[in-house]
């Protein structure tokens, strides 16, 4: 990435002084429960974060999830960590640029959803006050991208098979099933013998499987999937050079790609065929940007990943996803994919199979206060010391 300001080369080169951060923990209710191999969600409990600068308002989200289970960030640690350790090294310091997140809050380990949040939140603020949208910032050249779905485990296969023929029904173009030992070769076996061959499906694991589940792995191979998606825990690369030599599935890491740093190191190991994108768990989109471009660099396919984001966060994917290396449909659903209404006006919807990458100034969405408001559960205001 250059140095600033944007890859489009059209912002502004400003900088902004941040004099307040405002935390919302908000609880809001999916319209279905999501079941995954390591729990099942009921309503999206996060954070979202406003910062207040010198030249307007940002607002970003944090895609943690309510328990350490995803990884070992969880939405309670949020607010305790950006009061205690990120909001005194951002508050009051003058001529933050969007890069500047990332550098000044690099000593803290981990945390990379939290970062991403903050990091976003002044993205935000600086793409308003250049007057210039993310896309722009980023470069992309479309104006709308594929949406894929990612469906959770269900009680039984029927009614899997009928979930999965409504997203159909609905356009999506991609399905991806979330899948388990125990739920997996069967809910597979019957997606594909309901909706035949020619429907792009691929499969999610959550880390759930274990090496010695290779043989088992194996037998995926008969219904041709795009991928297979992070099979084994977060810190076992080589499990996946495994199986990779064992199975004609291609291997997609999620929880384990942290990093441009781990993402590059995967490729050198041979762990990796595909990559899953998400700016939370790397630690921002300019971090998922630059992993975009190695993959690129490296002939490895990526794809924009979710994490069930609100308004704010879908309308920074729709744009992320829109970067050229990006060659599979993503985990980019309609809004109403997870959501009744949106905390932001006029979120996101499917046309068509696609999602429309948002051109306004800044991240793409206009916030919805009222809405905000009436989800927020604890709210925590930080502000610079005076003077
Ligand atoms: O593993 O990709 C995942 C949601 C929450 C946490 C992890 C994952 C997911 C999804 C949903 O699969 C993606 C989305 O549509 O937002
Ligand atoms: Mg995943």
Same mark, same amino acid.
């Given at each position: 990435l250059p140095a600033d300001p944007g890859r489009g080369g059209r912002g502004g080169d400003g900088t902004v002084r941040i004099e307040a951060i405002e935390l919302r923990r908000v609880d809001i209710p999916l319209v279905t429960p999501f079941r995954t191999s390591f729990g099942t969600q009921d309503t999206r409990d996060c954070v979202l974060i406003r910062v207040v600068t010198d030249v307007g308002d940002g607002w970003g989200e944090c895609?943690?999830?309510?328990?350490?289970?995803?990884?070992? =960030?969880?939405? @309670?640690?949020v607010i305790p960590i950006v009061s205690a350790h990120m909001a005194p090294r951002l508050?009051?310091?003058?001529?933050?640029?969007?890069?500047d997140v990332a550098r000044l809050l690099a000593?803290?380990?981990?945390h990379r959803m939290t970062k991403a949040g903050l990091e976003a939140a002044v993205l935000d603020a600086w793409l308003r006050a250049a007057g210039q949208s993310f896309a722009s910032f980023l470069g992309v050249a479309v104006e709308r991208v594929p949406c894929g779905v990612s469906v959770g485990i269900h009680d039984s296969t029927e009614a899997l098979v009928e979930t999965v023929g409504g997203y159909l029904d609905e356009g999506y173009v991609r399905i991806k099933l979330k899948i388990e030992p125990g739920n997996d070769l069967a809910p597979v076996a019957a997606v594909r013998r309901a909706f035949g061959d020619d429907v792009p499906l691929q499969v999610d694991?959550?880390?759930?499987? =274990?090496?010695? @589940?290779i043989p088992l792995l194996r037998r995926?191979?008969?219904?041709?999937?795009l991928l297979i998606e992070?099979?084994?825990?977060?810190?076992?690369?080589l499990a996946n050079v495994d199986l990779r030599a064992a199975i004609e599935t291609p291997v997609c890491l999620d929880?384990?790609?942290?990093s441009a740093q781990v993402v590059a190191d995967a490729i050198r190991l041979g762990a990796v065929d595909i990559v899953n994108l998400k700016a939370g768990r790397v630690g921002g989109y300019l971090e998922a940007a630059r992993i975009h471009d190695l993959c690129v660099a490296h002939g490895v396919p990526v794809w924009c990943g979710g994490m069930v984001e609100t308004g704010i966060g879908r309308a920074a994917n729709a744009a992320l996803a829109g970067?050229?290396?990006?060659s599979l449909p993503g985990d980019?659903?309609?809004?109403d994919r997870f959501y009744a209404?949106?905390?932001?006006?006029?979120p996101l919807r499917m046309i068509d199979g696609h999602l429309r990458v948002p051109t306004t100034p800044g991240m793409g969405f206009e916030v919805d206060p009222e809405a905000i408001e009436a989800v927020t559960v604890e709210r925590v205001l930080l502000e610079a010391p005076s003077g």
């Open positions: 895609v943690t999830m309510p328990w350490p289970l995803y990884s070992a =960030e969880s939405s @309670d640690v508050l009051g310091v003058d001529g933050i640029g969007p890069r000593p803290i380990r981990g694991a959550n880390a759930a499987y =274990e090496p010695g @589940d995926l191979d008969a219904f041709d999937l992070q099979p084994f825990d977060e810190e076992r690369l929880e384990s790609a942290i970067m050229a290396g990006f980019n659903s309609g809004f209404t949106d905390i932001v006006a006029d």
